[in-house]
């Protein structure tokens, strides 16, 4: 299935100007040059909270701005439900991404953007956008001597990617 990307998100876990970022933004300039609306988050300058696992979930029953903390992960969950393309990058700095990167995927990901699963449990909040069909990139960076200080970067990474149905395209190490 070909799926003709217009709109890229990218979201740096990195701090400003890291080397995750720089990657971030080489991938977005590859993108405006083939003509793609393009657009950079960074995760560390947001307002997030962690998830508190509220049941039920405010956002599963009435949607992204629903959430307890009045933070901006119902704005960033409308980002990324509204890109046709998104790139998450994030460092490593001991075995896994760092930590931002699992706070965005409890706040972010999970059932809040699994259509699936929505299907199964009637009273859930529905917007079109769950349907969505995306693409997407990993980055992954560390600079260890041995991979096996970085090995869960990538892995991490995807457990982003696989409720909102993002299907990664490439991904770097």
């Not at 959430?67 to 901006?72: A, Q, R, S």
Request: one cysteine or more; glycine letters at 10%.
């Amino acid at each position: 299935m070909l799926i003709m990307a217009k709109k890229l998100l990218a979201i740096s876990c990195g701090t400003i100007n890291s080397n995750t970022e720089t990657f971030c933004k080489a991938a977005l300039m590859g993108a405006e040059e083939a003509g793609m609306e393009v657009e950079l988050v960074r995760a560390l300058e947001l307002d997030l909270h962690y998830c508190k696992c509220c049941f039920p979930c405010p956002v599963l029953m009435k949607g992204p701005d629903a959430c307890i903390f009045k933070d901006d992960g119902g704005w960033l969950l409308n980002k990324v439900m509204d890109c046709d393309a998104i790139i998450i990058g994030a460092p490593v700095y001991s075995v896994a991404s760092t930590g931002v990167a699992s706070m965005l995927r409890d706040r972010i990901s999970g059932p809040k953007l699994d259509a699936g699963s929505r299907d199964l449990m009637p009273g859930m909040y529905r917007d079109e956008r769950l349907n969505k069909k995306r693409v997407g990139g990993l980055i992954s960076v560390g600079g260890a001597k041995f991979h096996n200080w970085t090995t869960l970067g990538l892995p991490t990474l995807h457990t982003i990617s696989f409720p909102p149905d993002i299907k990664v395209i490439d991904q770097l190490d």
